[in-house]
C-alpha cells in the first residue's frame, strides 16, 4: 500500500481511506460498499484514488469483514490489487476499438452510398467461370426483363443467347477476361 500510494505507514495509521478518495469515484459506490460490509458481506469493485502526489492510481478491491466469537464486525480487511496499468491499457484498446469501429462504419456506409449510386446508374452484373450468373442489379433485372428468381444462379451464356445474337462473342471474351466491360 505504502509504495502504491506514496503515504507512509505513519501517515496512514489511524486514519479513514476517505482521504484517498478520488473525486471521480461516483458517491454510490462507499454507500453500495459500506452498506455490504456492514452486512457482513463481502465487497468486490474497481476504485480510483488519489496518490500522496496528487496523481492517480486504481485497484481491484476486496473488502471483507472480519468477525469475533459472537459474529460481530470487528474489522475489515481490504486486498487490493493495483489494476492502473491495466486500466490504462483498457482505455487505450477502447478508443481504438472505437474509433476503428467508427472508420469501419463510415467505410461500409460509403460503399453502400457507391454501391447505391451504380445501381441507379449502370447495368452491373457478376458471373462465374463457369458462366452462373451470380449478381445482378437492380438496373440489369429492370432492362432485361428477367426476375431475379429467374437470373438467380442462372447460366448466363443461355440468356445471351435467348437474348442476343452476339452472345456467343461476349461469353467467349468473358471466359477470356472475366474484368471484361460490357
Given amino acids: 500500500f505504502c509504495e502504491i500510494s506514496g503515504y507512509s505507514k505513519d501517515e496512514v495509521l489511524g486514519k479513514t481511506h476517505s482521504f484517498l478518495k478520488h473525486p471521480d469515484n461516483p458517491p454510490q459506490i462507499y454507500k453500495d460498499m459500506w452498506r455490504t ?9 474497481k476504485i480510483k484514488n488519489l496518490k500522496k502526489d496528487g496523481s492517480t492510481y486504481i485497484v481491484d478491491a476486496v473488502i471483507v469483514p472480519i468477525m469475533n ?14 489494476i492502473t496499468e491495466l486500466e ?25 452510398e457507391y454501391e447505391k449510386t451504380i445501381d ?32 438467380h444462379e442462372a447460366y448466363f451464356y443461355d440468356m445471351l ?3 442476343n445474337k452476339n452472345g456467343a462473342n461476349i461469353v467467349r471474351n468473358i471466359q ?4 471484361v466491360n460490357m
Fill in 161 to 163: 443467347i435467348r437474348g
Fill in 176 to 179: 477470356k477476361n472475366p474484368f
Fill in 37 to 45: 460490509i456492514t452486512k457482513k458481506d463481502i465487497w468486490k469493485g
Fill in 88 to 112: 490504462a491499457y483498457k482505455t487505450i484498446l477502447e478508443n481504438e476499438l472505437t474509433h476503428s469501429k467508427d472508420n469501419l462504419e463510415d467505410k461500409i456506409h460509403l460503399i453502400q
Fill in 69 to 82: 466469537n459472537q459474529g460481530k464486525i470487528e474489522e475489515y480487511i481490504s486486498l487490493r490489487t493495483d
Fill in 120 to 151: 441507379m446508374s449502370a447495368i452491373v452484373i457478376r458471373v462465374s467461370k463457369n458462366l452462373r450468373l451470380t449478381f445482378a442489379n437492380d438496373k440489369f433485372i429492370s432492362i432485361s426483363g428477367y426476375s431475379k428468381e429467374e437470373l
